[in-house]
């Protein structure tokens, strides 16, 4: 069964009888309207019943970063808290898949990988594959993972270090560049701030703790993530 986000009754009724939800909010549309799509599931959720849900939220969304995605992303995850719904949450970092953006991969292919941020930062990211896995990890051990919260990263690695992956992987030189955050703010001040925040303060997940105790949820690191890609 379908149901559009903003229709309580319609969720409601959609997840009536499930034994979980992956819930997923998007800042597409405005951020009140990403906090509005976050309160009406959870509003249906709860009238559903639903024993289990699964929250995917943003890492550090939680410590007050000031980036406006991720500070509504933790409006959703306070509002799920509040109606005291059984969940869990679950954070991805960056996305790996964000280099495969059409303007990202030609600029690979004359040899260049710009980022908003200095070569020498590293960055934690993870698949966007391997984030499903990881809900149904947690579906799988509701009774161990209900109220927690996980930031979720399976790599970490510096704008220099990813060209020189990207390099080996294409067979040709790929330089890293530092773009400037000032190049987002006519139009996304949003992203301005958050690649502010990764020099300033960066992801915080603890990949070898999550690693240890998710032994069974695929972990791609960067390099093999890239191998996996067509490039050309």
């Known amino acids: 069964m379908q149901a559009p986000y903003d229709d309580r009754a319609s969720l409601s009724k959609a997840a009536a009888g499930v034994d979980g939800v992956f819930m997923l909010t998007t800042p597409v549309g405005g951020i009140e309207n990403e906090i509005e799509q976050g309160f009406v599931q959870a509003s249906a959720y709860a009238d559903a019943k639903?024993?289990?849900?699964?929250?995917?939220s943003v890492g550090s969304a939680n410590l007050k970063t000031g980036i406006p995605h991720f500070e509504s992303k933790f409006r959703v995850e306070q509002q799920l808290a509040v109606l005291d719904l059984p969940h869990t949450i679950s954070a991805p970092t960056y996305f790996m898949e964000n280099s495969l953006f059409p303007d990202t991969?030609?600029?690979?292919?004359?040899?260049?990988?710009?980022?908003?941020?200095?070569?020498?930062?590293?960055?934690?990211?993870?698949?966007?594959?391997?984030?499903?896995?990881?809900?149904?990890?947690?579906?799988?051990?509701?009774?161990?993972?209900?109220?927690?919260?996980?930031?979720?990263a399976a790599d970490e690695v510096s704008g220099t270090?990813?060209?020189?992956?990207?390099?080996?992987?294409?067979g040709k030189q790929v330089v890293f560049q530092e773009l400037s955050p000032d190049m987002f703010r006519p139009q996304m001040?949003?992203?301005?701030?958050?690649?502010?925040?990764?020099?300033?303060?960066g992801y915080?997940?603890?990949?070898?703790?999550?690693?240890?105790?998710?032994?069974?949820?695929?972990?791609?690191?960067?390099e093999d993530w890239a191998k996996s890609q067509k490039w050309n």
């Open 50 to 56: 639903v024993p289990h849900i699964v929250f995917s």
């Open 105 to 152: 991969v030609k600029a690979i292919a004359s040899g260049t990988l710009g980022i908003a941020m200095p070569a020498g930062t590293s960055l934690q990211m993870q698949s966007v594959s391997d984030i499903g896995e990881f809900a149904a990890s947690l579906f799988e051990r509701r009774s161990d993972v209900i109220g927690k919260r996980f930031d979720l």
């Open 161 to 170: 270090e990813m060209a020189d992956i990207l390099g080996r992987i294409t």
């Open 189 to 201: 001040e949003d992203m301005a701030l958050m690649f502010e925040w990764f020099e300033r303060v």
């Open 204 to 222: 915080i997940a603890d990949i070898t703790q999550l690693r240890a105790k998710f032994q069974d949820v695929p972990r791609t690191r960067f």
